[in-house]
């Protein structure tokens, strides 16, 4: 295998039966690698019944063959750009590419309810995604397109709550941008019929529809009908189905607090001297109360179930202002995003068909009490929204809820002093929380020529139970970092300003971690904690097992990842012991059997070339001209099936 493959083009084949031409721009090399990214909808079968190179003099265009095309694409997420059943003209606004949108991919879909549903013009179908919030579709006319309103034909009135429309002018080749620009988010009111959504308008080639969250955290997401327009009205949103009150549909009790409607009319000040009551809930399991988390007894907690999207409405009966939040932890995971909400009117079931968001706080991961202040806000009924927990920890709750008001708003703190002990690492998906940890404290700067990377740990790809990121960078040569999966792992640093490193030190895991980048960038995305850009610094392969200490060329930013490409014999997980970065040292070699412990890579359908093998000096070969003077000859492979070998691929 090549340490160093060079892309030399990277070619979309449509959704079709038949011959695929694919031309690019010319390339040279020895070795060619057929390196197939992904199949449409996560087809798990990979493979072709034949593949040949040619030199043409025509580089640089693709073509498909088969005149079969426009067949549809398979689920699992992205549409085919070919001509296809999307390709049908809807009603649409006219923007400044003069067209329609059309759907590019998408999040997911269940039977009979495809994404395409969403732009057919046809209220007997709908889009209906699979596992919950989060869901999205991509949409573009080929150019660059203006909009400022979005129209929303539900089919069921709890499928969509909070949009985000965000926009992009490029995407990857999985189709999906790197860095989504938010145009406008939009909170959809309870009901079924049809929503129009105005927003300030935005330019981009493509747009994104992302579902946040959908009422009451309704597991299916989706809608009738989706479709963007330019209207000149950008900035106000509306309801427009005058039905609405009568077909408002609420969710489902799960427990509310009985408070009549004539001990709610009793007015009282709206100040923090008079405490707000509970008035109801999305959910709570057996012995977790929701009204716990409003007893003042350390003893009891509020745990809901059904994972995100859980809360509690509370009121005092009249208008109230607050600025400020207390929340006492019962466990470090279960709150991590919480939004604000106030609202002057509950309906019959006491829940609002419009909250309005007063603040969004981030909770650090910590046990103890959280202070988290905002700019003040009036309103008669209260709603403490949990967004996110930990990890996706799927049991959300408190021990304590108290809003008041402080004259402090803005600001939020943690006010638990044994934080940095308390601090669990997030779970998979993988972010850390940037609450004070043990990975804040400062390193200390050694003496000498060696001086000690101050880098914390945000950011991760995945962890396995019990092998949480964490363990990577405790110090600690007794815990690892585990992550399912034989390639792409990283871990993602923050050196809270501007750092220069030359020297990584790695404590390997047996067989865990082979190809090795060293990454940097000068910014994340904010949501997810990602670098839109990332640079790669040095790449080299480790050792089997044992330390590595590991020079390069000095590199300057305040992003660093550790990106892990592949592991030794394709080992099912990838991992480390500990890592740590310095600046600019001496090179020194730390471990003399490096190259004993190097072990080879087994089969599994490729040249045996062992590491060990490998290091010894091979006689230089006489490089041959690229062209098309000779077919190229199969030299390894990933896998194959029985009968279906990989050398079927050219045997004519």
Known sequence: ??????????????????????????????????????????????????????????????????????????????????????????????????????????????????????????????????????????????????????????????????????????????????????????????????????FEACTGEYWRFYVVTSHGGNKWVGARGIE?????????????????????????????????????????EGTASEPLELVSFSSETDGFAAANAFDDDDGTSWIAKGGMGQWVVLSNGAAATFDHVTIVRDHSKRIQTVRVETSDSLDDRRRATDWDVCATLEVPLADGTFEGSFEACTGEYWRFYVVTSHGGNKWVGARGIEFSLTGDGGESEETDESESESQETAESEGETDESESESEEDTEEETGEVVVGQVELVAFSGEADSFPASNAVDNDPATTWVAPGPTDHYLVFDGAGVQTLSQVTLQLASRRAKTVRIETADSLNADRRRATNWQVCHTFDAPSSGE????????????????????????????????????????????????????????????????????????????????????????????????????????G
């Open 548 to 651: 590595v200490v590991e020079d390069f060329e000095a590199c300057t930013a305040r992003y660093w990842r550790l990106f892990i490409v592949d592991s030794h014999s394709a080992n099912k997980f990838i991992g480390l012991v500990d890592v740590s970065f310095a600046g600019t040292v001496e090179s020194e070699e730390t471990d003399e059997s490096e190259s004993e412990a190097s072990e080879s890579v087994e089969s599994e359908g490729e040249t045996d070339e062992s590491e060990s093998e490998s290091e010894e000096e091979t006689e230089e070969t006489e490089e041959t001209e690229g062209t098309a003077g000779g077919p190229v000859e199969l030299v390894s492979f990933s896998s194959e099936t029985g009968g279906f070998e990989a050398a079927n691929a050219f045997d």
């Open 228 to 268: 963007f327009s330019l209207t000149g009205d950008g900035g106000e949103s509306e309801e427009t189905d005058e039905s609405e009150s009568e077909s408002q549909e609420t969710a489902e009790s799960e427990g509310e607090t009985d408070e009549s409607e004539s001990e709610s009319e009793e007015e009282t």
């Open 1 to 198: 295998r090549a340490t160093d493959w060079d892309v030399c083009a990277t070619l979309e084949v449509p959704l079709a039966d038949g011959t695929f031409e694919g031309s690019f721009e010319a390339c040279t090399g020895e070795y060619w690698r057929f390196y197939v990214v992904t199949s449409h909808g996560g087809n798990k079968w990979v493979g072709a019944r034949g593949i040949e190179f040619s030199l043409t003099g025509d580089g640089g265009e693709s073509e498909e063959t088969d005149e079969s095309e426009s067949e549809s694409v398979e689920s699992e997420g992205e549409t085919d750009e070919s001509e296809s059943e999307s390709e049908e003209e809807t009603e649409g606004t006219e923007g400044t590419a003069g067209g329609p949108l059309e759907l590019v991919s998408f999040s997911s879909e269940t039977d009979g309810f495809a994404a395409t549903n969403a732009f057919d013009v046809d209220d007997g179908t709908s889009w209906i995604a699979k596992g919950g919030m989060g869901q999205w579709v991509v949409l573009s006319n080929g150019a660059a397109a203006t909009f400022d309103h979005v129209t929303i034909v539900r089919d069921h009135s709890k499928r969509i709550q909070t949009v985000r429309v965000e926009t992009s002018d490029s995407l990857d080749d999985r189709r999906r941008a790197t860095d989504w620009d938010v145009c406008a988010t939009l909170e959809v009111p309870l009901a079924d019929g049809t929503f129009e959504g105005s």
